[in-house]
């Protein structure tokens, strides 16, 4: 406790509230649209995330957390190896399968990383998810983004997985669905990103250029 370390929203991202029974509450509002949190390893990427996946419930006083709160239409997208899915449309994401198989009516019993991965989302957007909040931890690589030298060799005719990076934007422009992202690993995301928060021994910076 004694090491606890008081969240402190950058200026540029600061809003207020007027709550029934707390008054005027000023913290850190993060914007509609394509948002990445970024820095080292064990410097709270994750730890932010985790917080705002937690902010769709009420928190019991003294929690620390009753102030954080998201968009209750918002949901955690990570990939499930081996999960099933039944009759799923993924085709936005995975098509082209070999020997012709479609995949607008999609099932397996044993889902890979990208398929479960894919299935999560298609499903998130038919119940009415706004926010998609992913962790690259726990995602699959090869759904989130597919670099220069891949494409050389694997050309997009033949790879079936169309990567989220290229998704996330239409996502947002045209479905009014927002994306919140733990990127430690890939700059490519820094292309499609509107807001860019950096993190750092556990405190937060507006980066975005």
């Known amino acids: 406790e ?7 929203s950058p200026p540029s991202l600061q809003v207020s509230f007027t709550l029934p029974h707390k008054g005027v509450v000023t913290g850190m509002g993060v914007p509609a649209g394509i948002t990445l949190i970024v820095g080292g390893g064990f410097h709270g ?8 996946q937690l902010g769709v419930y009420d928190h019991i006083a003294g929690d620390g957390r009753e102030l954080v709160v998201c968009d209750p239409a ?9 999960r099933s899915v039944e009759s799923v449309d993924i085709s936005p994401f995975i098509a082209n399968l070999p020997f012709g198989k479609t995949t607008n009516d999609f099932s ?9 991965q894919a299935a999560n989302i298609i499903e998130g957007l038919e119940v009415g998810a706004k926010v998609l909040l992913v962790d690259e931890d726990t995602a699959a690589t090869n759904f989130m983004v597919r670099d220069d030298r891949m494409i050389k060799l694997v050309a997009p005719d033949k790879e079936p997985i ?3 990076i290229h998704k996330v934007k239409s996502i947002y422009t045209e479905m009014g669905v927002s994306s919140i992202l733990v990127i ?10 509107d807001l860019v928060i950096m993190q750092e021994n ?6 975005t250029a």
């Open 45 to 52: 990427k994750s730890t932010l995330l985790q917080a705002l």
């Open 108 to 116: 397996t019993p044993d889902a890979s990383g990208s398929t479960s």
């Open 74 to 82: 918002a949901i955690t997208v990570r990939a499930e190896d081996g």
């Open 202 to 207: 556990y405190g937060s910076r507006d980066v």
């Open 162 to 164: 169309m990567p989220f």
């Open 2 to 8: 004694d090491k606890a370390i008081k969240f402190q």
């Open 184 to 193: 430690g690993g890939c700059g490519d995301y820094f292309d499609v990103a």
